[in-house]
């Protein structure tokens, strides 16, 4: 079993920054990605960034130039910095990693429960 868990959410006025963190844990040999994904209210499930163990990184168009991610591998934590913050990025932010039990195994994928983003106009 693999426990995520995100912190790091909160309310933040536009234009604003907020700083996620999400930490795996628990049945974990190697980790393969992190990454984020966000939910807004009647909106499907959606990527915002992910990273890979060698450091590759993607993002969705809507968050390139305001948001980064970022990873300590020695911790199994992945950080979203999130800059110049918009009301259209309030949603539950999800965190999930792919990462294999042991050595050999398939990957499984794990989600955190989510953590709120709110951004005031």
């Known amino acids: 079993q693999v426990q995520v868990v995100e912190s790091g959410g909160g309310l933040v006025q536009a234009g604003g920054s907020l700083r996620l963190s999400c930490a795996a844990s628990g049945s974990i040999f190697s980790i393969d990605a992190m990454g984020w994904y966000r939910q807004a209210p009647g909106k499907e499930r959606e990527l915002v960034a992910t990273?890979?163990?060698?450091?590759?990184?993607n993002y969705a168009d809507s968050v390139k130039g305001r948001f980064t991610i970022s990873r300590d591998g020695a911790k199994n934590t992945v950080y979203l910095q999130m800059n110049s913050l918009k009301p259209e990025d309030t949603a539950v932010y999800f965190c999930?990693?792919?990462?294999?039990?042991?050595?050999?195994?398939?990957?499984?994928?794990?989600w955190g429960q989510g953590t709120q983003v709110t951004v005031s106009s």
């Open positions: 990273i890979t163990s060698g450091g590759s990184t």
């Open positions: 999930y990693t792919n990462s294999r039990p042991k050595i050999g195994w398939p990957p499984i994928s794990s």
